[in-house]
């Protein structure tokens, strides 16, 4: 038996200001049958990727340089690059066309745990949820990714007949994660129209659209189905799931869905 994931956008968690916790991902999910994979589970091989997140904004004139290294960073299979724009610059002229109030209490919480280059500040990398560094100084971020834990839980998946994305989870561990299904865009170009970056056109890699939650993964090896209704987010042409700690923790896996 199987399980399979009902449709579950979460929607922004409005947050005043800059305040805000991530909350830890609550299960959603039913049993059912599910169809047989179209292809065998992609196990052996399966890229372990460092996830690299770029808190970013339109209104930031020191914005653009990190905004290409995400570009250049996004080419390494190793590496997966989340642009998450925030919203507080936005008061400076020029609102963000795609700040999302959620980027910004995801970074306030990273900041709260003060880990290296924590800060809510814009250019910021953070890196598996853990250090961070201004976005653009590339010999930091390197760093922090050659520093990165890679011995979490992996992550396999197949696309069923119906269009169904089934997930197997392998691995054993004493903590709770999060599991969550992040709809991307590839890529944004954006011209903006006044302030900081007035009459610049901008471009942005992996743009968070939405973000979904799957539940938890309580430590030991589990499979599920992710239905066809949650790759439906208008504007996303790319997916990535992530298992991350509550509380902002770490990110202890992630992998680019294949779909």
């Known amino acids: 038996m199987s399980k399979i994931i009902t449709s579950l956008l979460i929607g922004g968690a409005a947050v005043a200001g800059f305040l805000g916790l991530q909350l830890a991902p609550t299960s959603a999910v039913s049993s059912a049958e599910v169809a047989t994979p179209a292809r065998p589970?992609?196990?052996?091989?399966?890229?372990?990727?460092?996830?690299?997140?770029?808190?970013?904004?339109?209104?930031?004139?020191?914005?653009p340089p990190a905004d290409?290294?995400?570009?250049?960073?996004?080419?390494?299979?190793?590496?997966?690059?989340?642009?998450?724009?925030?919203?507080?610059?936005?008061?400076?002229?020029?609102?963000?066309?795609?700040?999302?109030?959620?980027?910004?209490?995801?970074?306030?919480?990273?900041?709260?745990?003060?880990h290296e280059g924590a800060g809510v500040y814009t250019p910021q990398m953070v890196v598996n949820g853990?250090?961070?560094?201004?976005?653009?100084?590339?010999?930091d971020i390197r760093s922090l990714v050659r520093r990165a834990d890679a011995t979490g839980p992996s992550i396999a998946t197949s696309i069923n007949v119906d269009g169904a994305v089934t997930v197997s989870i392998k691995g054993?561990?004493?903590?709770?994660?999060?599991?969550?299904?992040i709809a991307l865009s590839s890529s944004?170009?954006?011209?903006i129209g006044r302030g900081e970056n007035g009459g610049r056109t901008m471009h942005y890699t992996n743009v968070v659209k939405a973000e979904?939650?799957?539940?938890s993964w309580r430590g030991r090896p589990m499979e599920f189905v992710v239905s066809p209704e949650?790759?439906?987010?208008?504007?996303?042409?790319k997916y990535a799931i992530?298992?991350?700690?509550?509380?902002?923790?770490p990110i202890v896996a992630a992998r680019l869905l294949d779909i």
Not at 44 to 58: C, D, K, M
Not at 72 to 81: I, M, N, T, Y
Not at 172 to 181: F, N, Q, R, T, V
């Open 41 to 63: 589970l992609d196990d052996a091989g399966a890229p372990r990727p460092v996830v690299i997140e770029l808190f970013t904004s339109q209104g930031c004139s020191s914005c």
């Open 68 to 114: 290409l290294l995400a570009s250049r960073l996004a080419k390494d299979d190793s590496l997966l690059v989340i642009t998450r724009p925030v919203t507080y610059w936005d008061r400076l002229g020029w609102k963000d066309t795609l700040a999302r109030e959620d980027n910004s209490a995801l970074q306030r919480a990273y900041a709260a745990k003060g």
């Open 130 to 139: 853990g250090g961070g560094a201004v976005g653009s100084r590339e010999n």
């Open 172 to 181: 054993k561990s004493d903590y709770l994660a999060g599991i969550s299904l």
């Open 188 to 191: 944004e170009s954006v011209r």
């Open 212 to 215: 979904q939650n799957l539940g």
């Open 230 to 237: 949650n790759f439906r987010i208008s504007g996303a042409d």
């Open 242 to 249: 992530i298992l991350q700690r509550p509380g902002a923790g």
